[in-house]
């Protein structure tokens, strides 16, 4: 009966809300949109050879994200509890489907101390940028080099991107999250206007750009460019790491989470598709190769934006920052919401101690010079975690959060959160059952070099 009564109640009043529909779009589309739309997309698009890739990738958002993100944000809700206590809420206390709710906030824990200083990365380019690109192709270029291997700068940046993650979470969830979001989200949009526009028409390689974008070539589609683009979409909505969970226990219960979670993941594409148009176009403009992999953002752009100049260079990068600004917020936002509500602190006290936390242990991120034997070979913390959490931790976390909303979460409650009409709630049904945790495992098994169809070269 407890369940209930809190389950069909509007939230707490002592935990947070929002103070209006666009303000969790905004603010979930500002989770979901982070460096994976304007860093990795385009330089996987490139790498995988455009359109083709570009359309198996929209199929999947739609059968793999758009469906996890529906049931994520539905726990979140039903519940009005942080990831942990979601799942105590929706089955029992000692549940053990609370332990998919513990991955969610080791999950935000993790990937935000190394996130953080890629993130802080592009807050230096900012700076860079400011000052202006100079020298040969060569120079321009080991200037990232020097940013990654210099422990004073990286820790730097890193420092100043978490410092603006705590300002911003420990101002509440209207006050911090929402509102910095009707700001950050909406500059982000126009500048990515701006530039895309600059691409299109100021370039010769806007038509380039487009054809390329979205002139499928089904002869480079090959198995590891699907299961790549399958891996994206899954990853690129903030999926598997109780984000959602987190940011749909904040929503009103008089607002429609299919129509919601259909707007923040069109958002979300529709974003990844815009930072293309605008790289691409300037890539092709000055006839370099869009396979340009992870160089493409900090070392190849540079040596274009050399020509530019910093009226294009300098918005990039506050673009870049701020998508990663976004969902920077979301991660810290799902571990000091666990210490919130299950714990009873404060959240000052919460985003203070857990922000410090994770600022203390990206510093092993942050200098490159500390590695440890993983995988046969000695690698960096920032390279361990981003394999852990990526190949591991998330996926666990989607697949253990899909298996739940199919075959657990009671069906009158999910009827009743999802709110558009029983045809959309039995489509919905039958993809979050069959077709969303097979994709899931597909993501699992590829990332773990498991798929017995592909060669891994071992």
């Known amino acids: 009966m407890a369940n209930e009564i809190s389950s069909n109640s509007e939230t707490v009043p002592s935990r947070g ?7 969790f779009i905004l603010a979930a589309a500002g989770s979901a949109i982070g460096l994976g739309n304007i860093w990795k997309f385009p330089y996987i698009t490139g790498e995988y050879g455009g359109g083709a890739f570009v359309l198996v990738y929209l199929i999947c958002v739609v059968i793999v994200g758009l469906p996890l993100m529906i049931a994520e944000i539905m726990i979140g809700r039903r519940a009005q509890q942080n990831p942990v206590g979601a799942f105590q809420e929706l089955h029992h206390k000692n549940s053990p489907w609370q332990l998919t709710g513990w991955l969610g906030v080791a999950s935000g ?27 040969s192709p060569e120079q321009i270029q080991n200037q990232f080099t020097e940013l990654v291997v210099s422990p004073f700068d990286s820790v730097l940046w890193h420092s100043v991107f978490m410092m603006l993650c705590i300002a911003i979470v420990i101002g509440g969830v209207q006050r911090g999250i929402e509102r910095w979001s009707k700001i950050l ?21 806007g038509s380039q750009a ?35 969970i987190t940011y749909g226990s904040y929503m009103k219960k008089s607002d429609n989470i299919f129509k919601n979670a259909v707007m923040v993941s069109f958002l979300d594409t529709l974003i990844a598709l815009m930072a293309g148009t605008a790289i691409f176009s300037l890539v092709f403009h000055y006839g370099m190769e869009p396979g340009q992999s992870v160089g493409l953002i900090f070392k190849t752009l540079p040596v274009l934006f050399k020509e530019t100049g910093p009226g294009i260079s300098v918005p990039f990068f506050i673009l870049l920052s701020f998508a990663a600004l976004t969902s920077g917020i979301s991660l810290l936002e799902v571990v000091v919401s666990y210490f919130i509500d299950i714990r009873g602190w404060s959240r000052a006290k919460a985003t203070f101690l857990l922000g410090g936390a994770i600022y203390l242990f990206g510093l092993l991120s942050a ?27 998330l996926p666990v976390g989607g697949l253990l959060t899909c298996l739940f909303t199919a075959w657990v979460f009671k069906r009158k409650a999910k009827i009743d959160e999802f709110g558009s009409g029983d045809t959309l709630y039995r489509v919905f049904d039958i993809i979050i059952k069959v077709v969303t945790p097979i994709a899931v495992i597909i993501v699992l098994l590829h990332g773990l070099e498991l798929l017995p169809f592909m060669d891994y070269g071992k």
Request: no cysteine; net charge neutral; proline share 3%.
């Open 185 to 205: 989200m909406p500059a982000l949009f126009v500048i990515l206007i701006g530039l895309m526009f600059y691409g299109l028409f100021f370039t010769h390689g």
């Open 367 to 393: 200098i490159s010079s500390i590695t440890l034997p993983f995988r046969g070979k000695d690698q960096g913390i920032f390279d361990i975690l981003d394999f852990v959490t990526t190949n591991y931790m």
């Open 109 to 135: 824990f993790l990937i935000l101390s190394f996130y953080s200083v890629v993130a802080g990365w592009a807050i230096a380019y900012i700076f860079k940028s400011i000052v202006g690109f100079s020298g």
């Open 210 to 244: 487009l054809e390329f974008l979205f002139k499928p070539d089904f002869s480079k589609l090959s198995a590891e460019a699907a299961l790549s683009a399958l891996g994206h979409a899954f990853f690129t909505l903030s999926l598997g790491m109780g984000a959602m």
């Open 17 to 23: 809300q929002w103070a209006s529909h666009l303000g």
